[in-house]
């Protein structure tokens, strides 16, 4: 049986080129598939590995109850001063605890690419915020001066927003603002957004000495949990405190979600017509050599070994076309870069990511297309009369 099934398929593959138009047909719409596919599935991977990514499990984030994200949260100078005395919290060499209260509010910022305006974040941070963010490194320039109107920009922002360029003046809102250095933390979430002192912001905000966020650095990522108990048994505050992982994960997950939602359907409506373009040429496969399988048959040629033989053509077919479409996706959008709006409300920037679980997903797509495709033209093929060697 495997001998005969090696020499159908020899003979189905040398006779490629009498179909060479149809099969290049078939092999291009599915690599088509496999491009589209991958492409959305680059886009959610890099989005969730630059926000999921991003955070420790030994810093505690806290936000009124309820927020979904920090622009719908508010806290007092109260609740920071409450939550300054928790257990858990870890102490600086001058002996208070390490903790950051926040200010974000929305400004916006004008695309490189296509000259929209976009959401970004401005974050106001004490001295305590940019060591509690793993990897902060200045690359050009310095730190903003307490009380002065400047700004520090993430790399991010670089890349994809134009006016942010280092001593560049830049006015967001009513309020003209100058950029004096440049950050990265890593490719982070962090990196989309923009830095100054929360002084500074919540003067210009008139925020008074309200903030949004508070994190706090814990002796041990099971710390969060005595400060969790804590909150929870304080009758003064109304705050949810989660690790700042599992809060910029539940940030990510939406956008996610919905970027597979758009891709996944896609994929699966341009696969339909991948199918249908791969079985026409699988048909015209069977037709064309009739009379060769009919004097295959004849001569002690099984019908399954038929079957196989056209069942292995349509796989090899639809796996050159799952190859090109990978290698394509791989070449075109692997480590690009790209912004899209996230759990806050603001553009972030990320690098598209082929890795290898999407590329094992998206040549399964193609296997199953290759399989559909070949079946029925196969059980055709194993059922050519042995008349139809007489035929002319």
Do not use: C
């Amino acid at each position: 049986m495997f001998k005969q099934t090696a020499a159908i398929t020899a003979m189905n593959i040398r006779s490629i080129p009498q179909r060479l138009g149809m099969s290049l047909a078939a092999i291009v719409s599915i690599a088509f598939v496999v491009g589209v596919l991958l492409a959305f599935m680059a886009m959610a991977n890099g989005f969730r590995a630059t926000v999921s990514g991003t955070g420790a499990e030994d810093v505690a984030v806290m936000l009124r109850a309820g927020s979904q994200a920090e622009l719908n949260s508010n806290m007092s100078r109260d609740d920071v001063l409450l939550v300054e005395r928790g257990p858990g919290i870890a102490a600086g060499g001058n002996g208070a605890p390490v903790t950051s209260a926040e200010l974000y509010v929305i400004v916006d910022g004008k695309k490189r690419g296509s000259g929209t305006d976009a959401n970004l974040p401005l974050r106001g941070v004490g001295p305590e915020g940019p060591q509690m963010r793993a990897g902060f490194t200045m690359t050009e320039g310095r730190m903003f001066e307490p009380g002065a109107a400047e700004l520090i920009v993430g790399e991010g922002v670089i890349r994809e927003f134009s006016g942010f360029e280092l001593g560049e003046e830049i006015r967001l809102g009513t309020n003209t603002w100058r950029v004096v250095g440049v950050f990265s933390t890593g490719g982070t979430v962090f990196d989309s957004e923009i830095w100054s002192e929360i002084g500074v912001l919540q003067n210009l905000y008139s925020r008074g000495s309200s903030v949004q966020s508070m994190r706090a650095q814990m002796t041990s990522p099971e710390a969060i949990e005595e400060l969790q108990a804590y909150v929870e048994n304080e009758p003064r505050l109304n705050l949810d405190v989660q690790s700042e992982k599992e809060f910029l994960a539940s940030q990510a997950g939406g956008t996610v979600t919905l970027i597979k939602f758009l891709g996944w359907p896609l994929a699966v409506a341009m696969a339909i017509g991948a199918l249908a373009g791969a079985w026409n040429t699988m048909y015209s496969s069977v037709d064309a050599r009739t009379k060769e399988i009919a004097t295959l048959r004849a001569i002690g040629f099984s019908g399954f070994s038929a079957f196989l033989g056209t069942m292995i053509e349509s796989l090899a077919l639809a796996i050159l076309g799952g190859i090109l479409g990978a290698a394509a996706a791989y070449l075109l959008f692997d480590g690009i870069s790209a912004s899209t709006l996230g759990g806050g409300f603001t553009q972030v920037v990320f690098s598209f990511a082929v890795t290898p679980a999407s590329l094992i997903a998206a040549m399964i797509l193609a296997i199953i297309v290759g399989f559909l495709a070949g079946f029925f033209p196969a059980m055709r093929a194993a059922r050519v009369p042995l008349l139809a060697v007489h035929q002319d």
